[in-house]
């Protein structure tokens, strides 16, 4: 621009090479006041606006961001050629017009011109916008191509290949890509993404082709880009190839790429599916500039591990640095309010996402319903539901699955029901809720029926947690011989999930014969599962067998087997107070063991007798019940007892089932005191209401 402002101050008369050499330089600079200058220069120089000059201009105008200015030369041009075309349709291309982009090919193309590699990769971009997905359009242009003879173009070979991955067309993908004499490391990053272009799904196979591939570049000498890493790195947790991840992992360093926002999140995400957290904050820390992905990754990495207090604090942290959360990132916040049952502060966490307009999303509203269902709110739930405009299959699951939960039989499989009647198809995890409602209703033939339904019908093959609904169905009826017979049948008969259904049926129809049988079943096929034994030791002593369980505590300690100690937690307020067996750390201790105290002693007036002989917790009883007597549930209620408005329920939440002791206990404390009390445990909601429960003593 120097030398052209020098020629124009000494007066020397500038050709049209001059202008479109200055016009290039305000189109790569951006420089629009320049560009209408130097427009206005060329209007007066009498050089005439020629094919020439006008496709500079249009390119000049296009790059600059003003399309109206470049139409507006181009409709009132006599003279326009290919390049006039090829500009004006990449000009609307980079702006993201991409239904004008594609308005305009067909025009040139009636006029019999021809597109440029440039407008033709323009185009493939703008098919991938336009027709929701449609891959027609681009199939359209790929003819061209090969008409045109480009079809060998590596810039174009990209521009195809990256299409027909972001319609999901990866076979004419892989087609393009092995079609490519030369593979550059573009073409390579373009075939590996177009892996992972779904954001909810990625399958297996895939993630074996984009190693593959990466293999492949190894071989060929292709040195990896930042883009490479961070798909293989999606490949490696897909299929879960933590060691291979990890060799990635020092790839990384060596290349010096550790601080990119996308390996870095790559690389939270694979640690926190292998279960080491600790490596997944280091990760965390050590990513200079953390994006929202990061974030949100870090806080869905520690909901998978379990350390839900911890998410939580992540997101508090997040919005005290400025960040804005996404959709995802409440979501998974939600998730861990739903663990914890903390839902006042999932209430809210989901008014700053109104708030944000980041409510109106259907992820948030479905995370939402699931976390009040699981704080064992189910109004709330309902209400949220009902509130949801776009309601889809994960909504309407989450429903179902919810009052399956909460022991509403009937009014899960009507809103089965009308699901199917709003057009909406059930997938895998709406027929666990649907099978969960006909077992906890004791719907025999109705849970069979749609069992049956799910291949039949909607082309399902059920999986074994299906046929596990199935066993307990057949086992809470009483039908144990019948729950036997179809595990043997299943396919899945291996499987210790089935067995373990079948013995939970055994202890509450009281059976110790099968359930001895099943028992030796479930612990050869799963020796360290803790469960499977106290399931079993607890119908020996139901039945008043004691040698047999002292055995089989023994026999848990000769095989290191070790049992999940009982925790269960409460929300007051804004806190979530935890508590374990016995437990004396809490603040209000003196007060939580007197109100408990003075609970059992009423409960006891009015025909309440302990039944210590039933434990779900780690420690053996005293043979005065001391350790029955405060088990972490009652010492959760105690403390909702002394801290909750009379008015409110009281909503506890435990890790394990709940045992019969505590069970029958809590039946009488909400006759006695006349509150309501929800407990949780991982099988179902247990509400206790004037001496009754939900789950009809079954669970």
Known sequence: ??????????????????????????????????????????????????????????????????????????????????????????????????????????????????????????????????????????????????????????VLGTALLDMYAKVGDLGNATKVFKLMPDRNVVMFNAMIAGFFRSETEIYEEFADEALSLFSEMQRRGIKPSEFTFSSILKACNAVEDFKYGKQIHTHVLKNNLQSDEFIGSALIELYSISGSTEDSFKCFHSTPRLDIVSWTSMVAGCVRNGQFEQALTLFYELLASGGKPDEFTISSVLSACAYLAAARSGEQIQGYAVKTGIGLFSKVGN??????????????????????????????????????????????????????????????????GVLTACSHGGLVKEGLGYFESMKKDHGLDPNVKHYACIVDLLGRAGRLADAEGFINNSGFQDDPVMWRALLGACR??????????????????????????????????????????????????????????GLSWIEIGMSVHSFVVGDRCHPKTQIIYRKLEEMLEKIKRIGYVDEKFVSDSSQQENKDGSVVNYHSEKLAVALGMVSLPKSAPIRVMKNLRVCQDCHTTMKFISMAEKREIILRDPIRFHRFREGSCSCKDYW
Request: charged residues 20%; contains cysteine; aromatic residues 6%.
């Open 1 to 154: 621009m120097n030398v052209f402002n020098e020629a124009r101050m000494t007066g020397i008369k500038l050709d049209r090479y001059s202008y479109a050499d200055a016009l290039n330089v305000c189109a790569r600079t951006g420089d629009l006041q320049l560009g209408k200058l130097i427009h206005g220069l060329i209007v007066i120089s009498g050089l005439g606006l020629r094919v020439f000059l006008i496709n500079s201009l249009i390119g000049m105008y296009s790059k600059c961001g003003r399309m109206d200015q470049a139409r507006l030369l181009f409709d009132n041009s006599d003279e326009l050629d290919d390049v006039s075309w090829n500009s004006l349709i990449s000009g609307y291309a980079g702006i993201g017009l991409n239904e004008e982009t594609l308005r305009i090919v067909v025009r040139m193309h009636q006029c019999g011109l021809k597109l440029n590699t440039y407008a033709l990769g323009s185009v493939l971009k703008a098919c991938c916008s336009c027709f929701n997905g449609s891959k027609e359009c681009g199939k359209m242009i790929h003819g061209c191509v090969v008409k045109l003879g480009l079809d060998l173009d590596v």
């Open 367 to 432: 995370s939402q319903i699931s976390m009040y269902a699981k704080s064992g709110d189910i109004d709330a739930a309902n209400l949220t539901f009902k509130e949801t405009e776009n309601r889809d299959v994960v909504s309407w699951s989450a429903m179902i699955s919810s009052h399956a939960q909460h022991g509403c039989a009937k009014e899960a499989l009507c809103l089965f029901e009308a699901m199917k009647g709003c057009g909406i198809a059930p997938n895998h995890i709406t027929f666990l």
């Open 508 to 565: 509450v129809h009281r059976d110790p014969i099968t359930g001895e049988r099943v028992a030796a079943r479930v612990t050869e096929l799963d020796p360290q599962a803790a469960a499977s034994y106290v399931l079993l030791y607890n119908i020996y002593l139901v039945a008043g067998i004691q040698l047999p369980a002292t055995k089989i505590r023994d026999l848990m300690k000769d095989r290191g087997v070790k049992k999940e100690p």
